[in-house]
């Protein structure tokens, strides 16, 4: 990876990007934070409606578990939605979706509002209250942003499942979060193929008993179950009298909110199988989120922002969904696969509709690049004013392709690096920051990042050590949802005072942070963060398998893949069609995005004497690196 030497190159901001951003001098408005962090974020809060204002932006008096915008009243979706039914924008679009097969729907901030009030009067005609969990499993349609904006305006917490997750992922997260409502899709368009969501919802509520009623949007119109009693279609129940106000009307009241009450649960793997949910709040998390937006990609009113994630995944919910709306904006939301049919199907989409801003992950941008410059070049371009990465660090190589065929050498990537528990950018350049391809360059104002040695000692300038977060921020996760204690002991223990990412990194002479990957037993392929456990377990549940190890190993492509290791029961002899078999299975029980690239059959895994498997010596093996300190393996 060429993170490893920093580049010697400095890509000054363009000066028609300068003289028209939001921020005009980084330096000033982070020291205004790092003076007043309590006065900085306040200021920003200020610009959203309260019901109450709050009496405390801070509380800091019992840390880790911090708390931001005491005793405000609010909800996300009174500052989404509400605030603009009243002003010129209920005309403006809020949404701007193309279908894979090429279907377009617009919603204005009119029309998406209605929509979201008959669905949140649907949902409290079902029972659905303040502060109860609904599971939503979709492919990227309209109807999935409308879910999470109905959930939050009856003051319900949504936990959203992305769409590429599969049988045991599902169940295993609609178990813990103890939801009764599910909604989901018949099936969703992915690359040419339907995604069964319906099906497998279908297989994860036998896995699990909490699920009383399930709501179906139809989408791929494929033929499913549907359990009577317990599955409703979608255009049904909106078409339904509880769908309207007492009135008549497409109304529906705003739950008020404490600024500290859930907003959302987002699973997210971590060190051990069972995935975590990260809780996030109405409060701090629209505060964060609305500011670092507009700022990074200095969104203006005529702007179109395409944020091109899954609305699945926190990039979704902060970027396409809640981010966009609190600013008024227009984004732009893509079903699909980036080839299909062809490989320029993102380049068109951009001169079809105007985008402006385009943000993506570096492996989206390595896949497209396989195809050659021809594909962008047959496409205008030309509305493109900025670019973002997120996800895994971007490559040099990627970054100077992305900036020269996509940008045209005017418009200047935001490499932001943050996290499902982070809420919102952490380290990020603003437009008018200086660029080195390969460095997230500095921490957001109010955000103070450090890189630590083992002994929680900065390292020296250049040196790789861990990454630390060292003061609260509004968007931070405010525990794991029913475990506050491995909320301590998986972020705040390690070194006492500060937040650990789980990411290594290298700060340079400039202050700029070069991040270098995890460090922990979480694999990022394709920008996606998967547990080695998981995927372990996923291995074992096999009949056919003893004991399974799971590495990830660089890919051009998708920065990671899976290798696995895998220990056969007597009786089982390796094969082509086992090999084959297990990979299968991984998809099957995860979701594709974890099948394993290559399983390996072996007859021993390296471990401690305690019986930890040493994933390190399997790593450094397969590369031919250096094996390190093997005094605590076992044989
Ligand atoms: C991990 C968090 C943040 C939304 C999507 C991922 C890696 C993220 C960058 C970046 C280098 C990055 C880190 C981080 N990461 N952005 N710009 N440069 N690495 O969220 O699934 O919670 O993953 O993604 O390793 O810890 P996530």
Redesign the pocket.
């Known amino acids: 990876m060429a993170t490893e030497t920093p580049a010697q190159d400095v890509y000054a901001p363009a000066p028609g990007v300068v003289a028209q951003a939001n921020i005009k001098s980084y330096a000033e408005v982070a020291q205004q934070a790092e003076h007043d962090l309590a006065g900085f974020w306040a200021e920003r809060a200020e610009e959203f409606v309260w019901y109450k204002k709050w009496d405390k932006v801070l509380d800091d008096s019992n840390p880790p578990f911090y708390k931001w915008f005491v005793g405000g009243k609010t909800n996300v979706v009174a500052n989404c939605l509400d605030i603009h039914q009243t002003t010129w924008r209920r005309n403006k679009l809020a949404l701007i979706w193309e279908g894979e097969d090429g279907d377009l729907r617009t919603f204005s901030y009119h029309a998406l509002n209605r929509e979201v009030c008959r669905f949140a009067n649907v949902l409290r005609s079902m029972g659905v209250q303040k502060g109860d969990r609904v599971t939503i499993y979709m492919g990227r349609v309209p109807e999935l942003p409308i879910a999470m904006l109905a959930c939050a305006k009856v003051g319900a917490v949504h936990s959203v499942v992305y769409g590429g997750f599969s049988v045991d992922a599902l169940a295993s997260r609609i178990e813990d979060s103890e939801s009764h409502v599910a909604i989901t899709c018949d099936g969703g368009y992915m690359n040419g193929k339907i995604v069964e969501l319906k099906k497998i919802m279908d297989e994860a509520l036998k896995r699990c008993a909490t699920v009383e009623q399930v709501i179906v949007v139809k989408r791929s119109g494929q033929p499913v179950t549907m359990e009577s009693g317990r599955d409703y279609w979608y255009h049904d129940l909106m078409n339904l009298p509880v769908a309207r106000a007492n009135n008549g009307g497409y109304k529906c009241s705003t739950e008020e909110m404490d600024a500290e009450d859930p907003l959302y649960l987002l699973y ?2 971590g060190t051990t199988g069972k995935p975590k949910a990260i809780l996030h709040t109405h409060g701090g998390y629209m505060v964060g989120i609305a500011t670092t937006l507009k700022w990074v990609f200095d969104i203006k009113e005529d702007d179109r922002w395409w944020c091109a ?1 899954d609305p699945g ?3 979704g919910h902060s970027y396409i969904v809640y981010g966009p709306l609190l600013l008024g904006a227009t984004s732009f939301m893509y079903e699909g696969a980036p080839t299909y049919p062809y490989p320029n199907r993102w380049w068109s989409m951009i001169e079809k509709y105007g985008i402006n801003i385009l943000y993506a ?2 492996t989206a941008i390595r896949g497209l690049m396989r195809f050659g410059e021809a594909w962008p070049n047959r496409h205008d371009l030309s509305s493109l004013r900025l670019l973002g ?6 490559n040099p190589e990627a970054w100077r392709w992305y900036y020269r065929v996509i940008g045209k050498e005017r418009a200047p990537i935001m ?8 809420g919102m950018f952490m ?2 350049p603003l437009p008018v920051t200086p660029l080195k391809p390969g460095s ?1 360059t500095k921490p957001f104002p109010g955000v103070e990042a450090d890189v630590l040695s083992e002994e929680g000692k900065p390292v020296a300038e250049g040196e790789e050590g861990y990454l630390v977060l060292k003061k609260p921020w509004p968007a931070m996760l405010r525990t794991i949802y029913k475990d506050p204690e491995r909320y301590v002991q998986q972020y705040w223990r390690k070194f006492p005072g500060a937040y650990f ?3 290594s990194a290298r700060k340079d002479r400039d202050g700029y942070f070069w ?1 270098i ?2 460090v922990d037993d ?1 694999i ?1 392929v394709s ?3 998967l547990g080695t456990a998981e995927i372990e377990s996923a291995l074992v549940s096999h009949p056919a398998v003893a004991e399974a190890a799971a590495i990830g190993l660089p890919h051009e492509v998708r920065g990671n893949a899976i290798h696995a290791y895998v220990l056969l029961r007597t009786g089982h002899e390796p094969s082509e069609q086992l090999n084959d078999e297990l990979r299968q299975h991984v998809a099957h029980e995860i979701g594709p995005i974890a099948r394993p690239e290559k399983i390996n059959f072996v007859n021993g895994l390296p471990k401690t004497r305690s019986g930890k498997i040493m994933r390190r010596v399997l790593r450094a093996r397969a590369l031919g690196l250096p094996e390190g300190d093997l005094t605590t393996l076992e044989d």
Do not use: F
Request: charged share 20%.
């Open positions: 997210t793997s994630a995944w926190v990039t992950a570096p990465s997120v996800g895994e660090p971007i490499d932001t690096w943050w996290q499902t528990e982070t380290i990020t997230a990412t789980g990411d991040i990957g995890r979480v990022k920008g996606y963060r």
